[in-house]
């Protein structure tokens, strides 16, 4: 024991040992080969950054020699990346071209596979702060909404939870700062605990990320990241606030950061309040019954957030070391026809808009996630651990199912889940065009419940992985990437049964049952020009049953129905394949990304014809509506293109379409859940104001067309088609020569129409969406050196 210490230690010292270099440079213009001062220039790996001076000139020091990832930006030139092995001191020359499309001057390497948009071979969308902050809506995952392929399933206004290409709960991965998102997301009701003010850069992955991410991402991976850290200033932060007009929502979010010699902190304190939302309709029908919408606002479904997020770490030449701790709370009230049938009496307005009576859930997310990227010898070590217990509370009034009498108290379900997690990443760079990355994941989790009414057992899960993925490029034209995966599972479910001395019912038996897989992928990247690339992917895909597609067996009024699961599912399978072309000059892009994938044993839940009422003695004649997990082989396929376009520097056109088929080869119909194909269109102009306290002024409009929604699965509503218009603004405010802040405005469903989102889990009582909404929403930066 002593000597491996001692090796230990020696090998510390011996790394500390280890001889500085410097990395200089100077970034130019193209076209003009003149000097670019003010450009962005990071280093991924030790996660630095500098801005070049008024010769466009940069300079690393104390660097240690390894292979690093460099990002080059600058506002009008299109980003770049690029692998730079440093052994000695090092001075390079770097060019940019100019671009007018936005999303380009964004770095757009992955934080996980380390590729840039060329080499890589999976569909993906980089999204930075400014975007997130111009798209800002109800929710984090609802800001992502009008990007090609990503849906939201919503509950209401202030939950919601991502979909990608037709696939949701546990089939998308969400991962944040490294660490997996782990809550009830197998629940349409159950949203995703992301404060919405928090993401500083978003990686969306549509299409199978099960070989890097596990068995789970084989719809797609959404990577949250946190905003960087400043380089020179000591402490900087900003004051963000936000309002809503259709139920006068006041937000806000406070954030400070700062760097002292290798030291780096960050805290934040974000707030939601809001009130009823409005609807364009008076009244409503559900299930034969035309029932009355008091002032056009729905009852009981005002909220309020409350999150905090805390961190602090070492920056030094090895890498980088951190710690997060972070909290999410939220409660929020359910329409009050959520729970039984719904009656006119509890429709009647109570007197406020604001407050929040029963039904309603309350959800609190903690989450300690420890980033770490090491370097080991001249290679790196990435690691992410985790730590989160996700508590949910429904809350309802258990004679309001048609009883005369019930238990005492309101907690009708109380989820408590508990997740360990890590995620480590060997990056092995053999050369600058061949890359080895050799992961291993593992997961645990255990789950308890109170309430008085049953709905999940306890459980305890585990999961292990084990990948190793390859990547190769020559000829300066193609590149290709491949990997093979191990996963090993454990699902130990309690039993649970009930019984009054009369009536006994068996909601689910003891399972415990082990899984074990390989999987693998191919990609290619051909890409013969700056101009034109193209991709194509395969790779094979599992999932193993998750616990409640087991065992959940019971009422689950959130959804408006009886859920129950099947001990006997197996292992989900599948052959995904994807393609990608795209096409970019300097003021044109055009994307398009057709798919197709088949599952053996694909998992769904699905409605039935039976009704709770007879299935479950203990339960009352209010039960609704039996929905089941079944399995059965399936087929998707669909496409996404989008196309932005400048005729001329200050005018911007963009556009996106989707479309998402699928069918069940058992059953011969489509499965249930699929959201209905769309066209956004989005017509900007932005000019530059010399005025004392305006700058930048952006002014457009935009329209979505969503299409009919006909192919449903058996016992499914078809949803009718819609379209919406928005308006946007937004402008840089100056004080003198310095820009202070940034101001938006945005008009959403600007003509008030009333239209039903298939996805949504209001549709099931025929509830219209919201109605017009006037956002405002401002950022004062501030910076103390």
């Known amino acids: 024991m002593k000597y491996f210490l001692g090796l230990i230690v020696g090998l510390v010292i011996n790394t500390a040992a280890w001889s500085q270099v410097l990395l200089s440079g100077v970034v130019y213009d193209t076209e003009n080969r003149e000097p670019l001062p003010g450009a962005i220039v990071s280093i991924h790996e030790l996660d630095v950054t500098k801005v070049t001076d008024i010769d466009g000139q940069f300079l690393f020091e104390g660097i240690r020699p390894a292979t690093y990832h460099l990002h080059i930006s600058y506002m009008g030139y299109k980003a770049r990346t690029m692998v730079k092995s440093v052994r000695q001191n090092e001075s390079l020359s770097i060019y940019l071209e100019s671009t007018t499309l936005e999303l380009s001057e964004i770095v757009v390497e992955s934080n996980h596979y380390k590729t840039g948009p060329k080499e890589q071979t999976l569909a993906m969308e980089i999204l930075d702060a400014e975007f997130l902050a111009k798209n800002r809506k109800g929710t984090f995952v609802n800001s992502l909404e009008d990007i090609p392929g990503i849906s939201a399933i919503n509950t209401g206004v202030g939950i919601s939870k991502p979909v990608i290409r037709g696939m949701s709960f546990n089939r998308v991965i969400v991962n944040d700062k490294g660490v997996k998102q782990e809550g009830q997301q197998w629940g349409t009701d159950h949203g995703l605990e992301i404060d919405m003010f928090e993401p500083g850069r978003v990686e969306v992955i549509k299409g199978p990320g099960s070989l890097m991410y596990g068995s789970d991402g084989l719809g797609g991976v959404i990577n949250i990241f946190p905003p960087a850290i400043p380089q020179d200033k000591e402490i900087e932060g900003s004051v963000q606030g936000i309002y809503k007009s259709n139920n006068h929502l006041f937000g806000s979010s406070t954030v400070v950061q700062g760097k002292k010699n290798d030291w780096v902190y960050r805290g934040r304190f974000s707030t939601q309040d809001f009130g009823d939302y409005k609807v364009p309709a008076d009244q409503f029908t559900y299930n034969g019954y035309t029932l009355p919408i008091y002032n056009e606002r729905l009852k009981n479904t005002a909220g309020k957030e409350?999150?905090?997020?805390?961190?602090?770490?070492?920056?030094?030449?090895?890498?980088?070391?951190?710690?997060?701790?972070?909290?999410?709370?939220?409660?929020?009230?359910?329409?009050?026809?959520?729970?039984?049938?719904?009656?006119?009496?509890?429709?009647?307005?109570?007197g406020s808009y604001r407050n929040i009576d029963i039904p309603y859930q309350k959800t609190n997310h903690l989450k300690v996630a420890s980033n770490s990227n090491i370097l080991i010898g001249k290679r790196w070590l990435e690691m992410d651990w985790g730590y989160q217990r996700n508590q949910r509370e429904e809350h309802s009034d258990p004679t309001a199912h048609g009883q005369v009498e019930g238990p005492e108290g309101t907690l009708e379900h109380g989820l408590d889940l508990q997740t360990l997690s890590v995620n480590s990443r060997y990056f092995w760079q053999a050369s600058e065009s061949h890359t080895r990355i050799i992961g291993l994941q593992g997961q645990y989790q255990w789950h308890d419940w109170d309430g008085f009414a049953f709905?999940?057992?306890?459980?305890?899960?585990?999961?292990?992985?084990?990948?190793?993925?390859?990547e190769y490029s020559w000829a300066k034209r193609f590149t290709a990437t491949g990997g093979v995966r191990v996963d090993y599972a454990i699902r130990d479910i309690t039993g649970y049964s009930e019984s009054d001395g009369t009536d006994f019912f068996q909601y689910n038996e003891d399972i415990n049952r082990t899984y074990f897989n390989v999987s693998g992928a191919l990609g290619l990247s051909y890409y013969p020009s700056e101009q034109l690339n193209l991709k194509f992917n395969l790779g094979t895909s599992y999932r193993v049953p998750s616990p409640n597609e087991l065992s959940i067996n019971g009422l689950h009024h959130g959804t408006f129905r009886y859920e129950l699961g099947d001990s006997n599912l197996s292992t989900e399978r599948g052959v995904q394949m994807d393609f990608s072309l795209s096409y970019q000059k300097k003021d044109f892009s055009l994307v398009v990304t057709p798919f197709v994938s088949y599952f053996n044993d694909f998992i769904y839940l699905a409605a039935s014809t039976e009704f709770s009422a007879g299935f479950n003695p203990f339960l009352p004649a209010e039960s609704g509506q039996i929905y089941q997990y079944r399995q059965n082989d399936a087929v998707f396929a669909g496409t996404e293109l989008a196309v932005e376009y400048h005729p001329v520097e200050a005018l911007h056109w963009r556009a996106a379409y989707e479309y998402v088929y699928n069918y069940n080869l058992d059953t011969k119909l489509p499965l249930p859940f699929t959201p209905p194909g769309s066209l956004y269109s989005e017509l900007e102009y932005g000019f530059e104001m010399n005025h004392s306290f305006l700058d930048d002024i952006h002014l457009g409009a935009n329209t979505k067309w969503v299409f009919d929604q006909n192919r449903v699965d058996r016992n499914e509503n078809t949803t009718p088609g819609y379209w919406l218009l928005g308006l946007n603004a937004g402008m840089g405010l100056r004080l003198g020569e310095n820009t202070v802040g940034q101001l938006t405005f945005s008009a959403q469903n600007l003509l008030n129409k009333e239209y039903y989102n298939h996805l949504s889990r209001y549709r099931l009582l025929n509830l219209p969406e919201q109605g017009r909404n006037f956002v405002i929403s401002f950022q004062l930066p501030f910076a103390i050196k």
């Open 306 to 350: 409350r999150n905090f997020t805390l961190m602090s770490g070492v920056k030094k030449n090895w890498g980088y070391s951190t710690l997060t701790l972070s909290n999410f709370n939220q409660r929020a009230g359910l329409f009050v026809g959520a729970v039984g049938i719904p009656r006119s009496y509890q429709l009647d307005h109570d």
């Open 455 to 470: 709905l999940l057992p306890e459980f305890r899960s585990s999961n292990f992985g084990l990948f190793l993925y390859e």
